[in-house]
């Protein structure tokens, strides 16, 4: 009875002892292993560009009276420079002037050609004198309408002395400084859409299949990030780099932290949508011989799994099917040194 009193009392003291000498249970935060559509993808470095960007020219010859300065902001249809009009206006006065000379010999020579007409029916005027008159009153109409048309044309010059800007935007440079004469198409101004912008990335050819108009596309700049929509993909690819031409349009509300000419990285599908096992990228334990997890198991048990992985998107990593299945926790703080088998806590989810 003692002997059997003494063993009972020996094994509690090593069970007491073994668990004494057990570290205690680490803790760890863990992630679920993810069964979803994956869809590899891509970083590739673009610029900005605005859709609008021109040389604004002089719509006649003249004496430059005013013109914009870098950094004024103007909206589609406000006046960028001015031609000083005052030679055309003394040309327009002369027009009229002629028009109106020309209208009252028309009327003198339609009053002339009647009253030839009534004399000529009571033969009291001669069919070589009415001829004449004729010919005079057709010519002298024909007079009026050029004196008209021409007319239009100062006046259509007159309103060219106003140089409108084309869209709402911003004035980049000034190339002509006022007081000095300038020629019909010589540049004024340079001129840029700020409203509406495009991303423009040069894409490898293998990408091609998997991109689409309207498909979206997340661009990232800085600490800015926004998703935008495919205006266009010009499918031919260059012979050198293999690459084809990708423009994506920025929202309108992107011109307030965004800009012409700033560098943007594109995301874009590397390979077709589909199923697949995924990790967080935070779960995986890279060493030289592979890459591992570490599954917590019901019992919150550490087990390091070997996995190969395959393309990441965001902050997931794909993996090929192997000991890991959906549902499963594994850890994505804490793991680095842990040991196959010990006890965990699971401090967040």
């Known amino acids: 009875m003692k002997t059997r009193l003494s063993l009972l009392i020996i094994t509690a003291l090593l069970s007491h002892s073994a668990v004494a000498n057990q570290p205690p249970a680490s803790p760890v935060r863990i992630s679920e292993v993810k069964q979803s559509t994956f869809s590899p993808t891509v970083e ?12 604004l020219t002089a719509g006649v010859a003249g004496r430059l009276e005013w013109v914009a ?12 420079a001015k031609i000083e009009p005052q030679p055309l ?29 009534e004399l000529r029916q009571t033969n009291s005027a001669s069919a070589f ?48 400084e006022a007081g000095g004469d300038v020629n019909r198409s010589e540049v004024l101004v340079t001129m840029l859409d700020t409203e509406n912008l495009e991303a423009r990335i040069f894409v490898p050819v293998k990408y091609l299949a998997y991109l ?5 596309i997340r661009l990232e700049a800085g600490e800015q990030q926004i998703e935008a929509d495919v205006k266009a993909i010009i499918p031919a690819a260059d012979m050198q780099s293999q690459s084809f031409e990708l423009r994506v349009s920025l929202p309108a509300q992107a011109s307030q932290n965004w800009t012409a000419g700033q560098l943007v990285t594109a995301t874009v599908p590397a390979q077709a949508p589909s199923l697949a096992l995924t990790v967080h990228r ?23 799994e070997k996995v190969e992985i395959g393309r990441g998107q965001q902050e997931w990593v794909s993996i ?30």
């Open 89 to 117: 206006l003394l040309q327009q006065a002369e027009q009229q002037a002629q028009i109106k000379r020309a209208t009252i010999n028309l009327h003198y020579l339609q009053r002339e050609l009647k009253r030839l007409q």
């Open 129 to 176: 004198q009415l001829d004449q008159t004729q010919s005079q009153f057709e010519l002298a109409q024909t007079d009026l309408d050029i004196a008209k048309l021409r007319l239009a044309q100062i006046d259509d010059q007159l309103s060219r002395t106003l140089v409108p800007a084309p869209f709402t935007g911003v004035i980049t440079d000034r190339l002509r």
């Open 212 to 216: 689409r108009q309207s498909q979206q």
């Open 282 to 304: 935070d779960a995986l334990l890279l060493r030289r011989d592979g890459t591992y997890v570490v599954r917590i198991d019901d019992e919150n048990r550490a087990h390091r």
């Open 44 to 55: 590739l470095v673009g610029s900005i560009f605005s859709r609008h960007n021109v040389k």
């Open 69 to 80: 300065e870098p950094g004024t902001q103007v909206v589609k249809g406000e006046p960028v």
């Open 320 to 349: 090929k099917q192997g000991q890991l299945k959906a549902g499963d926790k594994v850890a994505v703080r804490g793991a680095e040194r842990l040991r196959d088998g010990q006890q965990v806590q699971i401090t967040q989810s």
